[in-house]
């Protein structure tokens, strides 16, 4: 059973909602079948127990019921009905947690079946809603519209011709509803190109058209908080160049980042870091101090957490940020105090492979093989990252005899390990490449080490300014 969806599902909620669960599954109105309540519960106990070699279906099938033979069909009826139920709790209980959908549907029933009785209180709800400004998204664009549009059907429906008509009110929620959308939309195609190397292309339907209107001024005045923000993001992907539109969206986010929700806030900041990272690599030193500031500004404001987690993406690259400007009493501080937000099967590794990190920043060289040459992450990422960092210090410390194995065990890892994206691969295999015809290169041998500089230089995937450091040092 313990390969089943429903199992899997169950297994993911807590106890509170496992509690409610079982109410909806006692209530007439969901459920008739008592036999599914038995079910549940059977399922719920062997989670909470860890008893899964002892749950099986004949085992299940007894429980519920014990007077007939087991019928596979049947079992799997109870499966289904069970799975549906479960599912009509979680519509159910997002559903219940949010106001404006409730309102909308609320308003969308009694205009439909002419419940009269109901038009006054529902029109003042919504006036209440309309008054109360709530967090800003596309999806709250979208209620405001459908509530901004039932409450004049209703005001309609009642005859009342002294009404003022509000079609401005509801067009303008819909542009809103539909910018912030497309924006959006925009944003996560672009990113999504990025990540597989401008492999996949898109064309988007009046993108340009958008961002075109948006450089309107009176048009981008009359524009909502959130699509501003979507607008400057959507600018700093499109040009790169555009500090101006950096500048303005951090601004506005630490202005009116309590208009948006806090996810919305995390995923702008993230629009920002990339920007800044874009530059930083593109030989661009100012931008580390920038890079630094955006990162303490979402530490501060706590948007360095998405739902109380922190991306180890992210954890790993304020630690390697702050160590290179030589913040290293405060980067530290941040990898104890930050570690607990990491993921829980994450968090030992990401805590030794980052004081590793910090360690080798502040040349304590000793400390760093200390804590990575016997250790094998599970986690690919932090083992090529402690492999590369093992490079660096054993070059570093001229142990060409602990060198030159990890160089040739590290090309046979790369090798088979097939999971690993083909730009990242050639990165590290650079790197080794580079690496052994540093060791190869007579200190001094100007013509060799400009040889060796012009094709570095020449080779797009390799992290160059450690190389570069290096060939430098050799000329002495």
């Known amino acids: 059973m313990k390969e089943t969806k429903i199992y899997k599902l169950l297994a993911c909620f807590d106890k509170y909602e496992i509690n409610k669960c079982r109410k909806l599954l006692k209530s007439p109105y969901f459920n008739s079948d008592e036999t599914l309540v038995v079910f549940f519960d059977l399922l719920v106990e062997d989670i909470h127990t860890n008893k899964s070699k002892k749950l099986e279906k004949t085992f299940i099938w007894q429980h519920l ?142 993108i340009d058209e958008i961002i075109a209107a948006l450089k309107n001024p009176s048009f981008y005045e009359q524009a909502s908080m959130l699509v501003k923000m979507y607008f400057h993001a959507a600018q700093i992907t499109r040009e790169k160049d555009s500090f101006e539109n950096y500048k303005t969206l951090k601004e506005l986010l630490l202005t009116y980042n309590e208009l948006i929700s806090a996810r919305e806030a995390y995923y702008f900041y993230q629009y920002i870091l990339n920007y800044c990272t874009i530059n930083l690599n593109q030989g661009k030193p100012a931008f580390a101090e920038e890079l630094f500031s955006v990162y303490v500004d979402m530490i501060q404001t706590n948007y360095i957490l998405d739902e109380g987690v922190i991306s180890p993406y992210n954890f790993k690259n304020i630690v390697t940020l702050s160590a290179r400007l030589e913040k290293y009493d405060w980067a530290e501080k941040f990898v104890h105090n930050y570690v607990k937000y990491l993921p829980a099967e994450t968090a030992d590794n990401a805590k030794t492979f980052n004081l590793a990190t910090l360690y080798y920043y502040k040349k304590d060289y000793g400390r760093v093989i200390e804590l990575l040459r016997d250790v094998e992450y599970e986690d690919i990422t932090y083992n090529l990252g402690a492999k590369n960092l093992l490079i660096y210090v054993y070059y570093e410390t001229d142990e060409v005899d602990a060198l030159y194995p990890l160089l040739d065990s590290f090309r046979v890892y790369l090798d088979r390990k097939k999971e690993i994206p083909d730009q990242r691969k050639n990165n590290f295999k650079n790197l080794i490449r580079f690496v052994k015809k540093l060791l190869k290169t007579i200190p001094g041998d100007k013509k060799a080490l400009e040889k060796l500089k012009e094709e570095l230089v020449a080779t797009p995937n390799v992290d160059k300014r450690w190389l570069m450091e290096k060939i430098e040092e050799l000329r002495g």
């Open 65 to 206: 019921n014990s007077d007939k033979p087991f019928n596979d069909t049947r079992f799997r009826k109870y499966s289904s009905d069970l799975l549906k139920l479960v599912m009509q709790y979680l519509a159910q209980s997002s559903f219940e947690n949010n106001t404006l959908e409730k309102l909308a549907a609320l308003a969308k029933t009694a205009k439909d079946k002419k419940i009269r009785v109901l038009y006054d209180t529902l029109i003042h709800k919504m006036e209440e809603v309309l008054e109360k400004k709530d967090k800003e998204s596309a999806e709250y664009f979208q209620f405001i519209y459908q509530i901004e549009e039932h409450k004049f059907d209703l005001d309609y429906d009642e005859i009342n011709r002294n009404i003022e008509p509000t079609y401005e009110k509801i067009s303008y929620q819909l542009d809103q509803f539909y910018l912030a959308s497309k924006l959006l939309l925009y944003l996560k195609a672009t990113s999504w190109k990025n990540l597989v190397s401008g492999k996949y292309d898109f064309n988007l339907a009046f």
